[in-house]
């Protein structure tokens, strides 16, 4: 069933919210005369760097060249990520107007018609942004991995690179189903596959979210649907989290940063997911490992997105921290001698051009880490789009500069540590808008396309009791809804549409009532 409705106006969802829509003319001029302050560079535009992105997208973050190579495992295997980031921190002054704003913003926030962004269109779509045959500056996430998906060595470094495609999901896709894939990135499947096996050894829950999303038609209206999500974004996703994990694991190691931080799921969540994945049709229990189970799940299903988006409640209550206080408490060599390795095999991990830093598995029993991922992990992926980002890849560089020897301290700038705290309040006040207006454009969208179906029947799955109501999934088109009536959880059930309302744009609501008439 494909549901439309007329013109949205999702403009009136930005102002209700108070999401700053325009930057002033003087910071579009700042952006324009953005210039390079890093001293150097190493120059990589030799490297055939590729992005893979939705289509559309200017506000290009990320290139990858991923090869085999010969070294790091008994057998001979081993890969080579280079993984470049669009270097915000290079490029900015800490005290300019852009990074005034981006304080005030946080993050980019994507409504179905047009993203408000964190950065100036200059910056974000120009200067910065890994375009194809541009040379960019960028900071570079040079890592091997060993046979088993497993990083043995890392670095990082500012560069300059020059993308040579700017790629999307559905033909990559394409082209590694036809086995005609772009040089660059020949490796991704395989080494996805292997980051995913990773991801079970570490009990990792691996979220494979499809988006039930908002477009436009082109011909004035606006269309409710259910994207498929083709393996391709997986394994996209396991080389940002790579990274991730990586820079929380040199953060834990030097005692300095920002992590990203989540507890394991309660007893009391994880009932409540198991509830909700039977009354869907799983088969799942409270002992079965949660993400060995999502990972055999088809998320292109309505049930299987049901199951997944309700998986999110496992993942609540994440937030950063600082871990400045662990310096000057941790043991061993700073600069990062030969320790164990991700296995417990003790590893030299010498980069793979013979410069680079090493990192230890181990980690302290303090050290704040991530249960969705499995260990310390830090955003530092996106710093066009996320502001915490910036400040993460600068205690990167000093890290990785003072391992190399580069540095005789670990210098991490004075800005980065003096703006951390406040940094992370605005993502937390960012990140609660930003879900507060992606629900609230989906709640406009639902109820105005549903409307005239208002009294009709909906076959549903009963997610969760919630008291006079229950959460309930409805299967065809796919919707998250309130359902009095309070049918019983954990059930199948017929319910009807009593309520559809858009009169306030920013406070849409669709309801449904059970039993059915």
């Keep these: 069933m494909k549901l439309y409705a007329a013109t949205l106006d999702f403009r009136a969802v930005a102002r209700e919210f108070?999401?700053?829509?325009k930057f002033p003319l003087q910071l579009h001029e700042e952006a324009a005369a953005v210039r390079d302050l890093r001293p150097a560079r190493r120059d990589l535009t030799d490297v055939p760097f590729v992005t893979i992105d939705p289509p559309g997208s200017m506000d290009l973050d990320q290139a990858m060249f991923l090869e085999v190579v010969g070294e790091g495992a008994a057998d001979g295997t081993a890969?080579?990520?280079?993984?470049?980031?669009?270097?915000?921190?290079?490029?900015?002054?800490?005290?300019?107007?852009?990074?005034?704003?981006?304080?005030?913003?946080?993050?980019?926030?994507?409504?179905?018609?047009?993203?408000?962004r964190l950065h100036p269109a200059g910056l974000s779509e120009g200067a910065?942004?890994?375009?194809?045959?541009?040379?960019?500056?960028?900071?570079?996430?040079?890592?091997?991995?060993?046979?088993?998906?497993?990083?043995?060595?890392?670095?990082?470094?500012?560069?300059?690179?020059?993308?040579?495609?700017?790629?999307?999901?559905?033909?990559?896709?394409?082209?590694?189903?036809?086995?005609?894939?772009?040089?660059?990135?020949?490796?991704?499947?395989?080494?996805?596959?292997?980051?995913?096996?990773?991801?079970?050894?570490?009990?990792?829950?691996?979220l494979r979210l499809p988006s039930?999303?908002?477009?436009?038609?082109?011909?004035?209206?606006?269309e409710l649907h259910l994207d498929a999500r083709p393996p391709v974004m997986d394994w996209n996703s396991e080389i940002s989290l790579l990274a991730g994990m990586v820079a929380g694991r040199m953060m834990a190691d030097a005692g300095v940063?920002?992590?990203?931080?989540?507890?394991?799921?309660?007893?009391?969540?994880?009932?409540?997911?198991?509830?909700?994945?039977?009354?869907?049709?799983?088969?799942?229990?409270?002992?079965?490992?949660?993400?060995?189970?999502?990972?055999?799940?088809?998320?292109?299903?309505?049930?299987?997105?049901?199951?997944?988006?309700?998986?999110?409640?496992?993942?609540?209550?994440?937030?950063?921290?600082?871990?400045?206080?662990?310096?000057?408490?941790?043991?061993?060599?700073?600069?990062?001698?030969?320790a164990d390795g991700p296995d417990g095999t003790d590893v030299a991990n010498e980069q793979a051009d013979g410069s680079g830093g090493t990192g230890a598995a181990s980690v302290r029993a303090d050290v704040p880490v991530h249960a969705g991922v499995g260990g310390p992990y830090a955003h530092v992926t996106a710093p066009l789009r996320r502001l915490i980002d910036r400040f993460g890849l600068e205690y990167c560089l000093a890290i990785a500069a003072h391992r190399r020897g580069d540095t005789a301290d670990l210098e991490v700038p004075a800005w980065v540590t003096e703006q951390a705290d406040e940094a992370i309040s605005v993502m937390a006040s960012s990140g609660q808008l930003a879900s507060r207006v992606d629900r609230a454009c989906l709640d406009l969208t639902e109820a105005v396309v549903l409307e005239p179906w208002i009294g009709h029947a909906f076959d549903s799955a009963v997610l969760h009791d919630r008291g006079e109501s229950s959460e309930v999934f409805v299967f065809e088109p796919p919707v998250f809804a309130d359902c009095a009536g309070a049918p019983p959880e954990g059930t199948a059930q017929r319910v009807s549409l009593v309520t559809a309302d858009a009169t306030e744009p920013a406070a849409a609501e669709v309801r449904f009532a059970w039993p059915a008439d």
């Design 18 to 21: 108070g999401v700053p829509e």
């Design 212 to 222: 039930q999303s908002v477009e436009p038609t082109g011909d004035g209206r606006w």
């Design 79 to 116: 890969f080579r990520v280079l993984y470049a980031i669009a270097d915000v921190g290079g490029l900015i002054e800490p005290d300019s107007g852009i990074a005034e704003e981006a304080m005030r913003r946080g993050q980019t926030i994507y409504l179905p018609d047009e993203p408000t």
């Design 128 to 206: 910065g942004s890994l375009l194809p045959h541009e040379v960019r500056p960028a900071l570079v996430w040079d890592i091997v991995l060993d046979a088993q998906g497993e990083p043995v060595s890392w670095d990082l470094y500012p560069a300059l690179v020059r993308s040579v495609a700017r790629l999307e999901y559905v033909e990559v896709q394409a082209s590694f189903d036809a086995g005609s894939p772009h040089p660059s990135i020949a490796a991704l499947p395989e080494l996805g596959e292997l980051r995913q096996r990773s991801a079970l050894r570490r009990e990792a829950i691996n």
């Design 257 to 338: 940063g920002v992590l990203r931080t989540l507890r394991p799921a309660g007893r009391e969540a994880v009932e409540e997911f198991c509830v909700a994945a039977r009354a869907l049709g799983y088969d799942f229990t409270a002992g079965d490992d949660i993400g060995a189970f999502l990972m055999g799940v088809d998320a292109e299903s309505p049930r299987g997105m049901a199951v997944m988006k309700d998986a999110t409640r496992l993942l609540r209550g994440a937030g950063y921290r600082r871990v400045e206080t662990l310096a000057d408490e941790s043991e061993g060599d700073p600069k990062g001698n030969p």
